[in-house]
């Protein structure tokens, strides 16, 4: 006989289950107080857990007419630019200070309290348009940025997500001014060098171009004349750059302008969120002792009746191995006994 023969099948499984409740009804208090300290464990572990709230704000960027093709940070990476550049740690220290988190961790080590409420943020760019160039004539690009945020408090929550999308906005707003204004100062200084050369050239033009008309010694005549020459070319080509320089102010100054109005990128609310509901502390009680107890019990049976010695009737005389010779029924064994 193969092994396969001696096992249960469905039928021997089921004769199984039923010997075994069988056997647990005759130790109900047993079952029933293990069931119940069973419950209360779980129970009590369930109502101790931290819990946890989500919530999630939307914001669209669109770029202006007037913004040019680097703007927006336009790149596949947007998504690190706004957790690492944006969400930096002192930003990020700021709203642990505000919302009072932590402030035992903060004293004892502000590093890991850091990590920890960063751990509650998420950031996902999806729609992102200004991963592909911007062509003459087509529309403006945009990108949706959703900052979601995990609190202990449904409404601390919304609020840390408010306002790190607010922090989004201006953020990036003051990164692109300071921006801006390290431009202006990089094309202010061009148009002053090139306006300092092109002083120096004319000086020079006007002692050489003096010289040749004062000198008469031939030889130092040509001598003027030389340097003359060599400064008007040069004076040509620093005329050149100085109108190049000052274009790229004007521009320059006209993009600042733009970005100041909006013009250039504006950034709008689609999903200012809602705070999460409370979940309720009598329900989840209730939901979690039922179905901690429903699905306990029958386990705790099980294991009572399997580890319990005693043998209560035919059946487990057989499972032990055993051939059962009938059974005497309880008013034939009353009248066995001795009076």
């Known amino acids: 006989m193969r092994w396969e023969d001696r096992e249960l099948d469905f039928g021997g499984v089921s004769d199984e289950l039923r010997r075994l409740f069988d056997r647990a009804k005759h130790r109900k208090l047993l079952v029933l107080f293990l069931t119940l300290l069973a419950v209360g464990a779980i129970t009590g572990r369930e109502m101790r857990k931290q819990r946890f709230y989500s919530s999630k704000v939307i914001l669209s960027a669109t770029e202006g007419e007037k913004a040019d093709n680097g703007v927006a940070h336009a790149s596949s990476k947007l998504q690190d630019y706004v957790y690492h550049a944006v969400f930096t740690d002192s930003a990020l220290t700021e709203l642990m200070k505000k919302y009072d988190y932590r402030p035992d961790l903060q004293r004892t080590n502000p590093r890991f309290a850091l990590e920890q409420f960063r751990d509650f943020i998420d950031v996902e760019v999806y729609k992102n348009e200004f991963t ?39 953020r990036d707003a003051d990164i692109r001014k300071e921006r ?19 002083d120096r050239l004319t000086r020079e033009l006007e002692v050489a171009r003096a010289a040749e008309e004062t000198l008469e010694d031939p030889q130092r005549i040509g001598e003027y004349r030389a340097r003359g020459d060599s400064a008007a070319r040069a004076l040509v080509g620093a005329d050149a750059r100085l109108k190049d320089a000052e274009t ?18 504006r ?17 989840l009680l209730v939901r979690t002792v039922l179905f901690a107890f429903f699905g306990l019990w029958p386990i705790v049976a099980l294991t009572v009746a399997a580890f319990d010695p005693r043998v209560y009737d035919e059946r487990d005389v057989r499972r032990l191995g055993l051939k059962s010779l009938g059974r005497v029924r309880r008013t034939a064994a009353r009248s066995l006994l001795p009076r």
């Open 248 to 265: 790229s102010r004007n521009k320059l100054e006209d993009a600042r302008n733009a970005n100041e109005q909006s013009l250039e990128l």
């Open 267 to 283: 950034y709008d609310r689609v999903d200012w969120g809602i705070p999460e509901r409370r979940e309720n502390r009598i329900l």
């Open 132 to 170: 592909q160039p911007r062509y003459p004539m087509a529309p403006p690009r945009s990108a949706r940025i959703s900052v979601s945020v995990r609190y202990t408090s449904p409404d601390e929550a919304l609020g840390i997500a408010r306002d790190l999308g607010d922090l989004v906005v201006k």
């Open 180 to 198: 801006f204004e390290l431009q202006a100062r990089l094309a202010n200084d061009a148009v002053h060098l090139t306006q300092v050369e092109i």
